[in-house]
Structures are given as structure tokens and as C-alpha cells.
């Protein structure tokens, strides 16, 4: 599958004051201009994303929490307004509404990443609604007070339009933001990989043609598939385009809901409720995926690796050797590792020095066999290593070599100084025509075999059939 290399660029740098002070003051007024295109006549704005997306950047960027970038933001907004309107000291009210919101949310989520300390989750989807909730509420009271005098409407209209904006765009914007990721690298998609998509997009024709306030949940069960087959961030980004062409489609009557008359305030209020609600169920859908997918993850690591020594267990090293390539004349050498008299370890200096030497045995192992083999541990204190070899006395110098730098460390255990060593004994072949994991288990059973010759000929030894058949242990053959 062809790909296609993205650089990679970082607005937000903890090193760079300016740089950030520069990218808050555009993204703030960017995002400003864009809703003040969206007002309606004697009406807020249809759809007001600064708030939400300020918000999602400050907690995301913990170290952007500062007094002075916060004052960066407040001062774009007004700024803006008194460039454009005539709105004078009813700015300074509804742009610390806007802040306030801002603000709130992103506390409260950083309270909630400094609780869940290493928790893998990105977002915790059902915490962010109640937070849009509480923040949308404090938002809207102060903003529909500084309304007042502007929109010539009484408070409490404003209070509902201020509200059900906040909170609808928060929901929508939030996850998106807060989850946005930049690829490494572009694949090339295959047709199947978008019938989700497909999907949303005809529920939303089929929203457009029905109409009626049951078609706002039309996209919902192609917004569920969408988070089942997709990872959040993809997912959160096509929830938010959903559900703000849904509340532009109605605001605009392309999708009616009250066939009988024009679209009505408490038409929009109860939209915008109804969409947000609805938006946080794919969201809430794709992150327990994403958390199932995790544990699945973690589980699966700690069923393929040994937890003491960093090595391979035995089914992670079969797994691995499934998913290595193999060629027919590829030639493998597989060692069977046994750690001399390792019960005197324990029973004269105690189970926990027996578990550190097992895990700088490991290490040692890992570090003599490198990219050329996998190690494992099989049990107690034996240790298998499958390594691609050119032939039996090259794999047989590999084992010499693990023998001799085992026998020349000296382990230090409380200020004792400790020494052990390794009895080894090798069975190598090639793949020929079989599969991997039959020729592994063949030449494990060799392996077996010679390692118990290995230790009757007092051990520390390194025993391998074609050698020990002449007679020869720990020599190296030319």
C-alpha cells in the first residue's frame, strides 16, 4: 500500500512565547470573524465555534494556562468588535461571557487529567458534556445580561439562545479539537473503508427530503458505525460536521421541522439540545472502543511478555515468529538456556536477588543476540533464542558467545559480588518447505536434547549435535 510522508509542524511550543502569543491572537480572531458571519437578524450567532475551540487549545496545552496568554484572547475579541461594531461597553460583558466559558472548561479538564494521572484515555466523553453544561449555563447568564441593550430582546430569550449555542458547539467542537491528530503518513483508502461515511452522507439526504424533528437522529446510527470502524479523532470530526450542518440546514430550512411555519426560537433552542445531545453519543461510543482497544493492548502485552524479565513468554515468541517472514533457505538456530544451580541463588541469598539475576540474565541475553534472533523465557530460569543464522557453527558461536559473557559478569547484590553460569544446547536447520513454528518446535526438541548433555558434561557448556558428535564442547571449530 503506497503512503505519502506529512511533515510534521507544532503550532503551540512551551519554549516559544511569542510564537504562541502570535498563533492565540490569529486563531482567536479567525474563529471571531467566522461567527460574526453567522449572525442572524436580531439573533446571536447560528453557530459560534471560538469559545469552544479557545477552550479545547488551553486544555490541551496545560502550560498555555497562563494570565497573560488568557489576556491575548480576551483582547482579540475586543479588538475585533471595535473594529466592526458599535457595541461599546457591552464588549467588555459578552467577551468575558465568551471567556468565561473558555475558562471553565478548560479547568475543569485539566482537573480531570491531573486526577487520572497516566490514564490512557484522551477524553472522558460523558464528563466533557456535563462540563459544556456547567460552562454553557455560567456563559449564558452573563452573556444574554450584556445582550440586553444590543439584540432589544427581554433576558430570558437571550438566556435560551446564548445556552443552547454554547453548549451545542461545545459538545460538537470540544472532542475534535481536543483529539485532533495530524497522520505521519497518508495511505491510500480503499472503497470499503468509507461506507460509514456513505452511510451519514445519505442519512443526511434522507434528514433533508423527510424532514420533521425525527430526522435529527437519521445520521445517528451511521455516526455509531462511523465509531466502531474509526479512531476517535475521525470520528469526532465527522460528528462535528453532522451536527453543524444539521443546526445550519435547519436554522436555513432546508431540513424542515415544523412543515406548517418558518423556523421559530424555540425551534432552534430545542435543535440545538436535541443535536448536542445526540453528538455525544458516537464520541461516548468511539472512546470506550478506543479503551476496550487498550486493555485488549495492554493485555495482550503482558500475555506476550514476561513481566520480570522484559523477554518474550512462551506464546509471545510463538506470535512473533508467526508474524516474521520466512524464506525456504533461511537457516535457524534455536537455544535452549538453563542458568546453573539457579536454586542456590535463591535458597542462599533469598527470592528477590533469585529475580534480579533472572532479569540482568535476560538483558544480557537480549543485548549478545540483538536484532539477529527473539528471546524468550520459558520457565523458572530457562531461556530459549531463536536466531537466523548462516549455519550450525555460526549459531553454535552465537551460543559460545551468550556462555562466555554470561560466565565473565560479575552481578553485584547488596555489595556481594555474584557469579553465574549458563549450560546451553543448540539444534539448527533450515525452513525448507515447513512452516516456521514446526521447524522452531523440531529444533527445540534438538535443543533439548543437547542442553541435557550439556549439563551432564558438567555444565557451564555449550553442547550442539554436529560437535558433539566429534566430541568437542566450548571449542571453537574453524
Same mark, same amino acid.
Request: glycine share 6%; with cysteine; charged share 15%.
Given at each position: ?28 480572531? @479567525? ?42 484572547? !480576551? ?7 471595535? @473594529? ?29 487529567? &491531573? ?36 439584540? &432589544? ?20 467542537? *470540544? ?44 445520521? *445517528? ?13 475521525? /470520528? ?34 430545542? /435543535? &440545538? ?35 520480570? /524479565?522484559?523477554? !518474550? ?22 537455544? *535452549? ?20 539475576? @533472572? ?36 549459531? !553454535? ?7 562466555? &559473557? ?73
Amino acid at each position: 500500500m503506497r503512503s505519502i510522508s506529512v511533515p510534521r509542524f507544532t503550532v503551540f511550543s512551551e519554549a516559544h512565547v511569542l510564537r504562541n502569543v502570535f498563533f492565540l491572537f490569529i486563531i482567536t480572531t @479567525l474563529f471571531y470573524a467566522m461567527g460574526a458571519m453567522l449572525r442572524l437578524v436580531q439573533e446571536l450567532s447560528l453557530f459560534w465555534p471560538l469559545n469552544a475551540v479557545m477552550a479545547a487549545i488551553f486544555a490541551r496545552y496545560v502550560w498555555l494556562n497562563r494570565l497573560h496568554y488568557y489576556v491575548i484572547c !480576551y483582547g482579540a475579541m475586543l479588538l475585533f468588535d471595535v @473594529l466592526t461594531t458599535q457595541w461599546g461597553f457591552a464588549s467588555l460583558i459578552i467577551n468575558a461571557s465568551n471567556m468565561v466559558f473558555i475558562v471553565m472548561v478548560a479547568q475543569l479538564v485539566m482537573r480531570d487529567k &491531573r486526577q487520572a494521572g497516566s490514564e490512557p484515555e484522551p477524553i472522558n466523553a460523558l464528563r466533557l458534556f456535563y462540563y459544556c453544561l456547567i460552562s454553557a449555563i455560567f456563559c449564558a447568564l452573563l452573556g444574554a445580561l450584556g445582550s440586553v441593550g444590543i439584540d &432589544r430582546q427581554s433576558f430570558m430569550p437571550l438566556l435560551a439562545d446564548w445556552f443552547s449555542e454554547q453548549f451545542s458547539t461545545g459538545v460538537l467542537i *470540544l472532542p475534535c479539537v481536543m483529539t485532533l491528530t495530524l497522520p505521519h503518513e497518508i495511505t491510500r483508502i480503499r472503497w470499503q473503508q468509507l461506507l460509514p461515511v456513505l452511510t451519514l452522507v445519505l442519512s443526511m439526504l434522507a434528514a433533508i427530503a423527510i424532514g420533521g424533528a425525527g430526522s435529527l437522529t437519521f445520521p *445517528l446510527p451511521a455516526l455509531i458505525w462511523c465509531a466502531l470502524r474509526y479512531p476517535l479523532p475521525v /470520528t469526532s470530526a465527522l460528528t462535528l460536521i453532522t451536527g453543524a450542518s444539521e443546526i445550519i440546514l435547519v436554522a436555513n430550512g432546508i431540513i424542515n421541522l415544523a412543515v406548517s411555519g418558518p423556523l421559530q426560537t424555540a425551534q432552534l433552542f430545542s /435543535t &440545538r439540545l436535541g443535536i448536542a445531545s445526540l453528538a455525544i453519543s458516537p464520541v461516548i461510543v468511539s472512546t470506550a472502543v478506543a479503551a476496550i482497544n487498550n486493555l485488549v493492548r495492554q493485555v495482550s502485552l503482558r500475555a506476550d511478555f514476561d513481566f520480570l /524479565t522484559r523477554v !518474550y513468554s512462551r506464546s509471545g515468541l510463538y506470535e512473533a515468529l508467526k508474524n516474521q517472514p520466512a524464506n525456504t533457505g533461511q537457516h535457524l538456530t534455536v537455544m *535452549l538456556l538453563d542458568i546453573d544451580f539457579f536454586k542456590s541463588v535463591n535458597d542462599n541469598y533469598g527470592h528477590e536477588c533469585g529475580d534480579y539475576v @533472572l532479569a540482568a540474565f535476560a538483558r544480557q541475553v537480549y543485548d549478545t543476540v540483538g536484532e539477529q534472533g527473539l528471546v524468550a523465557r520459558m520457565g523458572g530460569e530457562e531461556f530459549v533464542v531463536a536466531a537466523k543464522t548462516r549455519d550450525p557453527l555460526d549459531g !553454535y558461536h552465537l551460543a559460545e558467545k551468550i556462555r562466555q &559473557r554470561v560466565e565473565a559478569n560479575v552481578f553485584q547484590w547488596r555489595q556481594q559480588p555474584l557469579r553465574v553460569t549458563v549450560s546451553i544446547g543448540t539444534g539448527s536447520g533450515t525452513l525448507g518447505g515447513k512452516e516456521k513454528i514446526n521447524v522452531f518446535n523440531e529444533l527445540l526438541v534438538e535443543a533439548d536434547e543437547y542442553l541435557y548433555r550439556a549439563k551432564k558434561a558438567g555444565r557451564n557448556t555449550t553442547c550442539a549435535k554436529s560437535l558433539a558428535e566429534e566430541g568437542v564442547f566450548n571449542t571453537v571449530v574453524s
